[in-house]
């Protein structure tokens, strides 16, 4: 069970390996461009080159890319579903280059139009996405909160959409925030096993590749996207020892995403904590 950090790249994509050792991260998670904006990133061969050399270096991997916050599968627009398939292939395309393992990104959300509706067109576009690019990349599917009709907040959703696509390529990365506020108690034991077995059955353990481990700062079942540092929310600390301790987990690479001591994001002390946990634990 490697863990690591959403980390920075502006200056270049390999400064992100600079960030990650100072603090600690043993995987990594990076945004190919500003993840509030259409913009992709140009592919530049001596970048890929460069990054999959500090990659091999450090030995920080795997690596993953988040694609950008606007991406909307389920959107009722053509020009926006246009958008986001472009910029969900643009991300592909980079991963591939610079050998990440894939795009983790929000499928977006029907803003009550509601899931079955929309489920045609999430499936159809991500069957075009795969087409367009490279079979070394992965889509991987994120959890989600459940605000705002923001699609997958259920596992079943996940499901549904892996289901229809029907390809390999399809992931998953589990978000302990969005999950914990969309109902799944992950904190509790029996609750957690359960939530694993729901989501075994809806999606498959062998599609989990990727957590985002972040505390919660609202409470459970909340349905709001609000990441808190390790032990300072309503999972806690416990409910990380939990977690980490569940089988489904043993392997599977964790990336913070929460705000940092000093507000400025993924921390050592986050690392250090989670690091803690893994030893006491006994995770692999
Ligand atoms: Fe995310
Ligand atoms: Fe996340
Ligand atoms: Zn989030």
């Known amino acids: 069970m490697k863990i690591g950090a959403h980390v920075g790249s502006s ?39 460069a990054f999959q050399a500090g990659m091999k270096e450090s030995g920080i991997e795997p690596v993953f890319l988040h694609g950008p916050y606007l991406i909307n599968l389920a959107t009722e627009s053509a020009e926006q579903l246009k958008k986001s398939t472009d910029a969900l292939s643009g991300d592909l395309h980079l991963a591939s280059a610079i050998g990440a393992k894939g795009v983790i990104f929000h499928v977006g959300s029907h803003k009550g139009a509601g899931f079955e509706t929309r489920l045609p067109q999430i499936v159809k576009a991500l069957q075009g ?127 913070l995403e929460v705000p940092g001591m000093e507000g400025e994001g993924p921390d050592k002390p986050n690392v250090d904590i989670l690091k803690r946990i893994r030893k006491k634990v006994g995770a692999v």
């Open 11 to 49: 200056g270049g994509l390999t400064t992100a390996f600079e960030r990650a050792q100072a603090i600690g991260a043993e995987t990594i998670q990076i945004f190919g461009a500003p993840p509030q904006t259409w913009r992709r990133r140009k592919i530049q061969p001596e970048e890929c080159e």
């Open 129 to 255: 996405v795969l087409k367009d690019t490279p079979d070394d990349a992965w889509i991987i599917l994120e959890n989600s909160a459940g605000q705002g009709g923001s699609v997958g907040s259920k596992f079943s959703e996940l499901g549904e959409i892996i289901q229809g696509v029907g390809s390999p390529r399809l992931k998953v990365c589990l978000d302990t925030e969005h999950a914990y506020a969309a109902g799944y108690n992950l904190a509790d034991k029996k609750e957690l096993a359960k939530a694993m077995r729901e989501f075994d059955t809806e999606v498959g353990l062998d599609k989990l590749v990727a957590v985002h481990a972040n505390d919660s700062k609202i409470p459970l079942g909340g349905g709001v996207d609000r990441h808190e540092n390790i032990g300072k929310g309503h999972i806690g600390r416990a409910g990380f020892e939990t977690i980490m301790s569940h089988p489904a987990f043993s392997g599977v690479p964790l990336l």
